[in-house]
């Protein structure tokens, strides 16, 4: 089992910035690829951005390229989202979420087996 906490949304004018984390407890962080995903109201949950296990495979929805980035370090068992250039569209709740053990890293929801209890962003125009 795998617990994930994120933290670090809030509000922010549109062009700001903000950074989440996703901090992760119960087994050994390294061996789980990991994913962001958001939901605004009234919408499903979308893909934002994955990272393989090592860091070292990440890619992201074409309406986020050039402006989230993600990583992870796995010495402090925690994901990260960069949001930079932050739009009202990416409005939503955001999510973390960790695959099963050695599964490559995944745009569909359903490839994820944890998932944090997520943290609200909202860009004001």
């Known amino acids: 089992q795998v617990q994930l906490v994120e933290s670090g949304g809030g509000l922010v004018q549109a062009g700001g910035s903000l950074r989440l984390s996703c901090a992760a407890s119960?087994?050994?962080?390294?061996?789980?690829?990991m994913g962001w995903f958001r939901q605004a109201p009234g919408k499903e949950r979308e893909f934002v951005a994955a990272?393989?296990?090592?860091?070292?495979?990440?890619y992201s929805t074409e309406s986020v390229k050039g402006r989230f980035t993600i990583s992870r370090d796995n010495a402090k068992n925690t994901v990260y989202l960069q949001m930079n250039s932050l739009k009202p569209e990416d409005t939503a709740v955001y999510y973390c979420?960790?695959?099963?053990?050695?599964?490559?890293?995944?745009?569909?929801?359903?490839?994820?087996?944890?998932w944090g209890q997520g943290t609200q962003v909202t860009v004001s125009s």
């Open positions: 119960g087994r050994t962080f390294s061996n789980y690829a």
């Open positions: 990272i393989s296990w090592s860091g070292g495979s990440k």
């Open positions: 979420a960790a695959t099963r053990p050695y599964y490559t890293s995944s745009s569909r929801p359903g490839d994820y087996a944890y």
